[in-house]
């Protein structure tokens, strides 16, 4: 029974190194597809289809060498879809020991530190990383999705507190299209574009920028169920790739890969628009586990 259960553990351990190693080192298909649309997109002896070039080289290259995709490591935040009654302590003991291993074979740079002291310990760990949220579901097996979140395109991420009388953009899908083209203007391609955009409309401040990244987590050829957020999705990204920005903001044709908008419900005192902005390393993998805690199967 005891060696069962080391068995169990250390399948798991071995199915995270894994899921570490093809987040960091391999763009996902259905991100890969809409790259090489963009490459196909810029004009030839353009800045655009130079830089376009440049990140499929690197996405080739990174692939063929299992190195990471970027320098920058990105926050690793790890969702848990697990059957009730699941020992999530444990389970993250397990997920720590696996980011340490990922980090010393150089799957994943050394690049998470400590906010006072701004010491890097090199090992990617330390308090809020990896970043978990446990999901319970009612599947016997486990299920885990990671995402390599970049450090410069969160920082062109946004919230707008609607109205945004400055843009005269209120609370309705009018409005919420004015501040996101408002949130790609004022990034100019800065965040390592062309990425995607993962939009929260409503929820609090906290909820809605969670919310904004769970879109992060659809694939970017799906069609959102709501027929006037499919709507506004697609014109969104029609009306980015016309601002001229183009990739790493050197002008072109392609400034936005994709956006997904989810909603929260919200309260009637606040309306938030919350932006999250996800740049060219588009580092986001899923699997599911059998029982005895290996891969069955990739969910990207
Ligand atoms: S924003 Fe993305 S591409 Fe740019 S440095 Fe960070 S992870 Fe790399």
């Given at each position: 029974?005891?060696?069962?259960k080391e068995n169990l553990d250390k399948?798991l351990g071995?199915?995270?190194?894994?899921?570490?190693?093809?987040?960091?080192?391999?763009?996902?298909?259905?991100?890969?597809?809409?790259?090489?649309?963009?490459?196909?997109?810029?004009?030839?002896?353009?800045?655009?289809?130079?830089?376009?070039?440049?990140?499929?080289?690197?996405?080739?290259?990174?692939?063929?060498?299992?190195?990471?995709?970027?320098?920058?490591?990105?926050?690793?935040?790890?969702?848990?879809?697990?059957?009730?009654?699941?020992?999530?302590?444990?389970?993250?003991?397990i997920?720590?020991?696996?980011?340490?291993?990922?980090?010393?074979?150089?799957?994943?740079?050394?690049?998470?530190?400590?906010?006072?002291?701004?010491?890097?310990?090199?090992?990617?760990?330390?308090?809020?990383?990896?970043?978990?949220?446990?999901?319970?579901?009612?599947?016997?097996?486990?299920?885990?999705?990671?995402?390599?979140?970049?450090?410069?395109?969160?920082?062109?991420?946004?919230?707008?507190?609607?109205?945004?009388?400055?843009?005269?953009?209120?609370?309705?899908?009018?409005?919420?299209?004015?501040?996101?083209?408002?949130?790609?203007?004022?990034?100019?391609?800065?965040?390592?574009?062309?990425?995607?955009?993962?939009?929260?409309?409503?929820?609090?401040?906290?909820?809605?920028?969670?919310?904004?990244?769970?879109?992060?987590?659809?694939?970017?050829?799906?069609?959102?169920?709501?027929?006037?957020?499919?709507?506004?999705?697609?014109?969104?990204?029609?009306?980015?790739?016309?601002?001229?920005?183009?990739?790493?903001?050197?002008?072109?044709?392609?400034?936005?890969?994709?956006?997904?908008?989810?909603?929260?419900?919200?309260?009637?005192?606040?309306?938030?628009?919350?932006?999250?902005?996800?740049?060219?390393?588009?580092?986001?993998?899923?699997?599911?586990?059998?029982?005895?805690?290996?891969?069955?199967?990739?969910?990207?």
């Amino acid at each position: 029974m005891a060696k069962k259960k080391e068995n169990l553990d250390k399948n798991l351990g071995d199915s995270i190194l894994e899921l570490l190693r093809i987040t960091s080192t391999v763009i996902p298909d259905d991100v890969q597809k809409v790259v090489l649309e963009a490459l196909k997109r810029e004009a030839k002896n353009t800045s655009a289809k130079y830089a376009m070039d440049i990140i499929q080289a690197n996405i080739k290259l990174a692939k063929m060498k299992s190195q990471p995709l970027c320098q920058d490591t990105g926050t690793i935040i790890i969702k848990v879809y697990h059957p009730p009654g699941f020992m999530q302590q444990k389970f993250k003991k397990i997920c720590e020991k696996a980011v340490v291993k990922a980090t010393k074979l150089g799957y994943l740079r050394q690049n998470s530190v400590d906010s006072l002291t701004g010491k890097n310990d090199s090992m990617n760990i330390g308090p809020g990383h990896p970043q978990f949220h446990f999901i319970e579901h009612n599947k016997k097996s486990l299920e885990l999705k990671c995402m390599l979140k970049g450090g410069g395109c969160e920082n062109v991420g946004a919230q707008y507190a609607m109205p945004f009388v400055e843009l005269d953009a209120g609370r309705d899908l009018a409005g919420v299209r004015k501040v996101i083209l408002d949130a790609i203007q004022k990034a100019q391609g800065k965040g390592c574009g062309p990425g995607a955009l993962g939009i929260c409309i409503g929820g609090d401040r906290g909820s809605g920028q969670m919310h904004a990244k769970e879109q992060l987590l659809r694939k970017l050829d799906d069609t959102n169920p709501i027929p006037e957020l499919a709507k506004l999705e697609k014109d969104i990204v029609k009306t980015a790739n016309k601002l001229g920005i183009g990739p790493m903001g050197f002008g072109g044709k392609t400034t936005l890969l994709a956006c997904k908008i989810g909603h929260l419900n919200r309260l009637p005192a606040s309306y938030y628009v919350s932006i999250s902005y996800m740049c060219w390393a588009f580092r986001r993998q899923g699997i599911k586990l059998d029982k005895n805690n290996k891969i069955s199967k990739w969910l990207y």
